[in-house]
């Protein structure tokens, strides 16, 4: 019976948030709104072959901004392994958002390897919301790379970066 007793919800929300979008701050607020706490990790090392736009610093700092009014939400960077990462947070759930079954396939395997190496973390997946289901970061670089209006997509302070870090980048 003890081990099914709710301990309360400490959740990481990891990613790379490169940069924060719409899409994770309807995920990490509705996380915030169950959780005791929510801890946003900022991936800060990456097997991904493309360098990041902005640098950790940055991409915390833009996700920090987002947040502001949300007392039980801090953001720190992280280049461990998750589980490890969640462990050190003092965190019992690992919360992700999932837009499609193509994000299915990929954290599919990711849960079943973090589950093996850390049966005590549970992972927690939340539908996207339809209005958000489509923005990916990596979309929202392509479209501000090619003129596009991502007001409606990412916070203001992060729209203006991105055109401040595209534009030098193609000057
Ligand atoms: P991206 O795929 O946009 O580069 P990340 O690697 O930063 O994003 O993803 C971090 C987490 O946020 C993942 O769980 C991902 O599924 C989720 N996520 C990203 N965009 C959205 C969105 N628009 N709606 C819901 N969840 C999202």
């Not at 093996?116 to 927690?124: D, L, R, T, V």
């Not at 929202?140 to 209006?149: A, L, N, P, S, Y």
Request: charged share 25%; proline share 4%.
């Amino acid at each position: 019976m003890s081990e099914t007793q709710n301990k309360g919800l400490v959740a990481v929300c990891p990613g790379s948030y490169d940069p924060v979008t719409n899409g994770h701050l309807d995920i990490i607020r509705r996380g915030a709104s169950i959780c005791d706490r929510v801890v946003v990790g900022v991936v800060n090392a990456s097997l991904r072959k493309m360098a990041p736009l902005f640098n950790a610093d940055e991409r915390i700092e833009m996700v920090q901004q987002a947040v502001a009014d949300l007392d039980n939400v801090e953001v720190r960077a992280f280049d461990i392994l998750l589980v490890e990462f969640a462990r050190e947070m003092g965190a019992n759930v690992i919360l992700k958002g999932l837009r499609a079954i193509s994000d299915f396939e990929y954290e599919f395997e990711m849960h079943q390897l973090n589950r093996k190496m850390a049966p005590e973390i549970e992972s927690i997946y939340m539908m996207a919301s339809p209005m958000y289901s489509f923005i990916s970061s990596s979309g929202i670089k392509e479209m501000v790379r090619f003129g596009g209006d991502v007001t409606d997509l990412v916070p203001p302070h992060v729209a203006v970066r991105l055109v401040e870090a595209l534009s030098s980048q193609s000057s």
